[in-house]
């Protein structure tokens, strides 16, 4: 299951980044991220990437053009999988903005999203 979730994950708000992207200090039990862990979903970013300062896995950028400029960034997007048949192998993050052109495997493509995307790779078996 993935797509636009516009909600945090607790995955992420954690003791370790509560002093960084804008976090304010905070360390949230995000309720629909809990929700799916609790349901028996997996999230195939953060299980790919596990330490969310090392990889945050930005997808949304708020008053910005890039990650270096100051703002609010988070990760608002994602794809969820459950089963003993699938296995995450890869995940990443890209993060864009609306109406600016993005290059994606050599080729660019106007984006027509305020968000950027997940794209996560599976093993089935």
């Not at 270096?68 to 990760?75: G, P, Q, S, Y």
Request: hydrophobic residues 35%.
């Amino acid at each position: 299951m993935g797509g636009d979730f516009n909600v945090h994950s607790h995955l992420d708000w954690t003791e370790a980044t509560r002093n960084l992207y804008h976090h304010g200090g905070a360390v949230v039990n995000w309720p629909v991220s809990i929700a799916m862990e609790e349901a028996g979903f997996k999230d195939s970013f953060r299980e790919m990437n596990s330490d969310p300062v090392a990889s945050p896995g930005v997808t949304w950028l708020a008053d910005a053009d890039s990650l270096e400029t100051e703002c609010r960034m988070d990760r608002i997007d994602f794809i969820y999988y459950q089963g003993k048949t699938i296995q995450a192998i890869a995940s990443e993050c890209y993060d864009n903005s609306l109406g600016k052109t993005f290059t994606f495997k050599g080729e660019d493509f106007f984006y027509p999203s305020d968000h950027g995307f997940v794209l996560s790779k599976f093993e089935l078996k």
